[in-house]
């Protein structure tokens, strides 16, 4: 499929940088100087002309100043500069009157300067007054991280703005002024903003590329102006050829309805029988909730598909209800989903009780194609501290805390079916002392009940209770430290942690011998850390050989059974060389042995570095290089690799085995200062066969930049890439393709 893109091209990013450069210029007239707070309250008579409250705030300095009483003039020349607030300017010339506001700068042999906050401006002269609000200014340029906008002129009158000539350059090259004439800009003869009106109006925009112009262009461009709300857009399609066809994809078109209300449309039409229009309605309303309706229709060969979508967010103070809802319907699978879930969720806040509502509808795409209702839903949850005193050594604090469950089912398919659990759940914690700071004892108890009723097919109650004992015991780290000769030293730290857990089954409601079940759990964490201290340079380096080790023992009534055992860890080898592994035996659940190794090394190689002899250097096209004996340029290559090894085993006492080990290079290598390849591939050394490889060219063109992607295997597929490198504008000239 190939694609020549003129997609995403958002009047805001064509236009509307010139409408804020205009704005931070001469939005304020007021601009040259640093401000002071004791000339806060300075208030001057604009009708008297007078502009000599300046000299308390205004600062200036030049290696020439001279001052006119009679006509109210200063002339500063030579190096001469100018500070107001946040702005400066600084020029050869600066000639400003005291008496009507007027001030002009100019600079013949550089440009003059203006700093204003974090943006830098440059003309070759300006001319401003700061009582009528009127001004102009020759061959201006702002220049950015990643464009230069240039103008032969600029006007200001009262509130409207004037700009003619107008270019917009992000060739990198030309940036960082390796080249003098840019590859790729773009180009406009008149731009005016109407400040009363409220709009911006464009002659039209030209595309050249080495000064050619391509045949692409907008006629005009008008974009209304709402300060501090989003304006108008509109996203122009994306044109492609399929099957010997002309399609259109995404043709969005954005505008505002009011205040709180925006409006967003996008449509696509591959051919008379293929189209979908998707349509956006968003909102945010003045108490902290906001939200959005949604509306999918698509025809795809005479089988309409349609979604609905609606979420509503509420962000409100914690005495408040907070509501907030997620609804869902598709009359189709239209994203490819066997499930759709809707729910309204309703939370209030009282003191330590936290109270929900919430209900949800769940759309299954399966054979029936049933519809699940659960309404409502409610939970109660309380959370209390109890006997937080420390005098109390035995019950220094609990916590308790309680959740309590309740919801209803519905399913509609061929007949209703309803259905109502009850759960409650109970949890109680509490920290003693005993043996503080050297051992950490807290104790758990969980309860749980759950209770479901199914009707009306046939009725029947079903109950389950269940609580769990937990006691965990933490010591405090044990460590010795070895020392080898003043330089070294190796510090070895362990962390044991001692775990009882006990499950209760009534046997009201289990059918089973053992109503019990008793586990012990022991856990070892253990460090290595070595520290260099050679030349009076910290250097730490962590060893953790064995991490990790837990044990856990079923205690029945006539004997302990060990249940499973397990070990992980890792180190970090060499510098660039790290590996990590686990292992264990399961004896009880999941009979079986498991091992997982994984071994890691990264490297950075520089090939052909620059050697001492060779002293020859000179520039081709944009770039300086050095040269041998023999004129041949020389550069490095440099070259990131990165080595993966990764083995796993696991059998199974049923006699299942699973065996497999992969090795995965991954790196990139810079052939030219242009050219780059990065690559990715997977090997099966038990296999003998390479399961997955990829190959990506990178091409650096300037303005644009080159892609093209390879997928080798048995799934082979490629695609190419060719656009512009400017964020601003990276889809307005895009050729894709694809097999």
Same mark, same amino acid.
């Given at each position: ?14 236009? +509307? ?10 939005? *304020? ?28 705030? =205004? ?46 700068? @100019? /600079? ?41 906008? $240039? ?31 840019? !590859? ?69 078109? +954005? ?12 449509? /696509? ?17 003045? %108490? ?66 936290? &109270? ?47 959740? =309590?469950? =309740? ?78 000769? %003043? ?40 460090? &290595?850390?070595?520290?260099? *201290?050679?030349?009076? $340079? ?17 205690? !029945? !009534? ?38 997982? +190794?994984? +071994? ?35 550069? *490095? ?22 065996? @497999? ?13 242009? &050219? ?33 992607? &390879? ?29």
């Amino acid at each position: 499929m190939n694609i020549l893109s003129l997609n995403k091209i958002n009047l805001y990013q064509i236009q +509307f940088y010139v409408y804020i450069i205009l704005l931070s210029i001469f939005s *304020t007239y007021t601009f040259y100087g640093n401000e002071k707070k004791e000339n806060d309250n300075v208030i001057y008579d604009k009708t008297k002309n007078n502009f000599s409250f300046l000299k308390d705030v =205004l600062k200036y300095k030049s290696n020439i100043q001279e001052h006119d009483i009679k006509k109210g003039k200063s002339y500063l020349k030579g190096q001469a500069s100018i500070e107001y607030y946040n702005t400066k300017i600084e020029s050869d010339y600066i000639e400003f009157n005291w008496k009507n506001g007027d001030l002009y700068a @100019q /600079s013949k042999d550089k440009y003059v300067f203006l700093k204003k906050g974090e943006h830098q401006y440059f003309f070759n002269q300006i001319h401003l007054n700061l009582n009528n609000q009127i001004g102009e200014a020759k061959k201006f340029s702002i220049k950015e991280k990643n464009y230069i906008v $240039v103008a032969d002129e600029v006007f200001k009158k009262n509130d409207d703005f004037v700009m003619k000539k107008i270019t917009y350059i992000s060739d990198p090259f030309f940036l960082k002024k390796k080249d003098d004439f840019p !590859d790729f800009y773009l180009k406009t003869d008149y731009l005016k903003y109407y400040h009363s009106k409220k709009y911006i109006f464009s002659g039209p925009i030209f595309f050249y590329w080495y000064k050619v112009p391509m045949p692409i262009f907008f006629p005009f461009f008008y974009m209304p102006i709402k300060l501090n709300q989003t304006s108008y857009e509109i996203k122009y399609p994306k044109l492609g050829i399929q099957n010997k066809k002309i399609y259109m994809e995404d043709l969005e078109l +954005f505008f505002p309805i009011s205040d709180v209300l925006n409006f967003r449309m996008n449509s /696509s039409i591959y051919n008379t029988e293929t189209w979908r229009i998707k349509t956006i309605i968003k909102y945010k309303l003045i %108490n902290a909730c906001h939200g959005f309706i949604n509306f999918n229709y698509q025809n795809f060969s005479n089988q309409k598909n349609y979604l609905f979508q609606w979420k509503h967010d509420s962000d409100l103070k914690s005495e408040k209800i907070n509501f907030n809802a997620n609804i869902n319907y598709d009359s189709n699978i239209l994203y490819n989903q066997n499930e759709v879930f809707s729910s309204i969720n309703i939370k209030k806040k009282l003191s330590n009780y936290l &109270w929900f509502m919430d209900f949800y509808m769940i759309q299954n795409h399966d054979k029936n194609r049933k519809i699940r209702f659960i309404i409502p839903e409610f939970i109660l949850h309380t959370r209390e501290i109890l006997f937080n005193n420390k005098k109390n050594f035995f019950l220094n604090q609990v916590n308790i805390e309680n959740r =309590l469950y =309740l919801k209803n089912f519905i399913d509609f398919n061929n007949k209703k079916y309803f259905r109502t659990e009850f759960s409650h759940d109970m949890s109680m914690t509490t920290y003693f002392p005993f043996f503080y700071p050297y051992l950490k004892i807290s104790s758990q108890i969980f309860y749980h009940d759950f209770y479901t009723c199914n009707f009306p097919d046939f009725f029947y109650i079903s109950s389950i209770q269940k609580m769990d004992f937990l006691t965990n015991i933490v010591s405090i780290p044990f460590y010795k430290i070895w020392k080898f000769k %003043n330089t070294t030293l190796l510090k070895h730290q362990i962390k044991p942690i001692l775990s009882f857990h006990m499950k209760y089954f009534p046997p009201v409601f289990y059918n089973v011998k053992n109503n019990f079940e008793k586990k012990i759990n022991f856990i070892i964490d253990n460090n &290595w850390m070595i520290r260099d *201290t050679y030349n009076h $340079v910290n250097i730490y380096k962590k060893i953790e050989v064995l991490k990790e080790i837990k044990s856990s023992f079923i205690i !029945d !009534d006539n004997f302990i059974k060990w249940e499973k055992f397990h070990i992980m860890g890792n180190a970090d080898l060499t510098k660039n060389l790290e590996a990590k592994y686990k292992t264990g035996i399961n004896f009880v659940k999941n009979k079986m042995i498991y091992f997982d +190794f994984c +071994f890691s090394s990264n490297y950075d190689i520089n090939f052909f570095p620059i050697k001492n002899e060779f002293q020859k250097k000179g520039k081709n096209r944009y770039d300086y290089f050095f040269f041998d004996q023999k004129n041949y340029a020389r550069y *490095t290559i440099p070259v990131n690799l990165k080595i993966d090894f990764h083995s796993n085993y696991e059998n199974y006492f049923n006699k299942k085995k699973f065996f @497999q080990t992969f090795l995965s290079l991954n790196g990139s290598i810079n052939i030219t200062k242009y &050219w780059k390849i990065n690559f990715h591939t997977d090997y099966d050394l038990l296999k003998n066969k390479i399961i997955f490889a990829n190959l990506i060219f990178h091409r650096d063109l300037r303005s644009f930049e080159m892609n093209f992607n &390879w997928i080798l295997g048995e799934n082979c597929s490629w695609s190419f890439f060719i656009g512009l490198k400017d964020p601003n504008f990276r889809n307005i000239i895009q050729y894709n393709e694809k097999n």
